[in-house]
């Protein structure tokens, strides 16, 4: 029983997922940078250390645009008129996503540059 709980619970967050891949041009955008840095950790040899930090920062992006995501279609339900509030929600949650995918970007470049740098240099 409660198995089963847990993989119907399983099946929404996918579920989750999967319709904002689809209705968020954003999150298919860090979706795909994600894959291409995941491409680049393995072409490039990245250690361990290096996966991991690789991997949490991706989690952070994806997490961010999911909450962000919430975000959005919970203020467009319950305050689809304009309201300053809502609008101030909707801007906090971004600013989320933008602190992320800066963080995400420093790793990239001070992971991924040396490592290209000894390779064309
Ligand atoms: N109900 C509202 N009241 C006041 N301002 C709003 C409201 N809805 C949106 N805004 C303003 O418009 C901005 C864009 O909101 P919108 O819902 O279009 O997000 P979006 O541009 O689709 O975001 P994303 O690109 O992440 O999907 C918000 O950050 C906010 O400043």
Redesign the pocket.
């Known amino acids: 029983m409660n198995d089963k709980k847990h993989g119907i619970g399983l099946f929404h967050a996918i579920k989750g997922i999967g319709s904002a891949f689809l209705s968020?041009?954003?999150f298919r955008i860090h979706s795909i940078a994600a894959v291409f840095a995941i491409g680049a950790g393995f072409l490039l040899r990245i250690n361990r250390l290096e996966w991991m930090i690789l991997v949490v920062v991706i989690g952070l992006v994806l997490q961010a645009e999911l909450l962000?995501?919430a975000a959005?279609k919970l203020?467009?339900y319950i305050?689809?008129?304009?309201?300053?509030v809502?609008?101030?929600v909707?801007?906090v949650a971004?600013g989320a996503?933008l602190i992320a995918a800066l963080a995400a970007f420093a790793i990239g470049l001070l992971l991924f540059v040396p490592k290209l740098y000894d390779i064309f240099f």
């Open positions: 968020e041009r954003n962000n995501t959005e203020i467009d305050k689809p008129e304009f309201h300053p809502a609008g101030l909707k801007d971004a996503v």
